[in-house]
């Protein structure tokens, strides 16, 4: 993480804000937001990695006790994408410990996000996944957890599809996050660095800003049509994927240009 300068806290604070209420709003999004919006200005995206890490848990926790009573957990999907999950997490964190913010693959994941949003936007209804589909999607959200903490399109898909309302699925959504972030703590600590002084200090730093920005983004998502919030939804992926392409291609200019 960088040091705490001026210029440093504002941009955290920035993306770390609108990330939150992003989140709040439409149920994901934080850790891809915050990687995609900072991994240009943070030298090590592994550490940035750890505090988006922290930050998702209480962003998710919080989403989770406002929305828990609003329908049950969809247990038998929770349990099949986290089976899928398993394998793919370690990977994916070896992935990022070797390689970095692979600028390619930034670029490709990218372009698949946004290929993504605009058929959700040209046809604002999520597409009925099969049930089959959750071990394979739970390892593609594993890897993309464990390499960018950016596993959340593939849940997404998978949940909300699975309801009229995708607002239902919101609960189910963070449970099986909250379950991905304890994997991530432990594969952390186990085959990385671990949570460092740094890593919590800018954590601590944020939280306030983090807490608030996701209840108010809540508050608002509760004020809109199920349409609009599928749409909101659809748009926050194009973000976080038109952010990695721009990030992948500066990346890449810059290794070629040196």
Known sequence: ???PTLLAIMLVLGVTIFASFA?????FGSTLLIMAGLSWYVPEPERLSAVCMLIGIVV????FLISRLDSPIDWGAVSLLYIGLLPGAPLGYLFIQKHGASPVFLVILGMVLIVFSVNGLVRPKFPRVHFGWALPLGFLSGFLSGAFISGGPPMVLYLYSREQDPRRAVVSLQTIFLMSMATRIIITERIGPGLSSGVWGWFIGVLPVVVVATLIGRYYSRRVSAERFTQAVYMLIGIGGTM???KGLFALITEFSG
Not at 23 to 27: C, M, Q, R
Not at 60 to 63: P, Y
């Open 244 to 246: 990695n392409i721009m």
């Open 60 to 63: 998710m926790g919080s989403i």
């Open 1 to 3: 993480m960088p040091e």
């Open 23 to 27: 989140t709040g709003f439409s149920g």
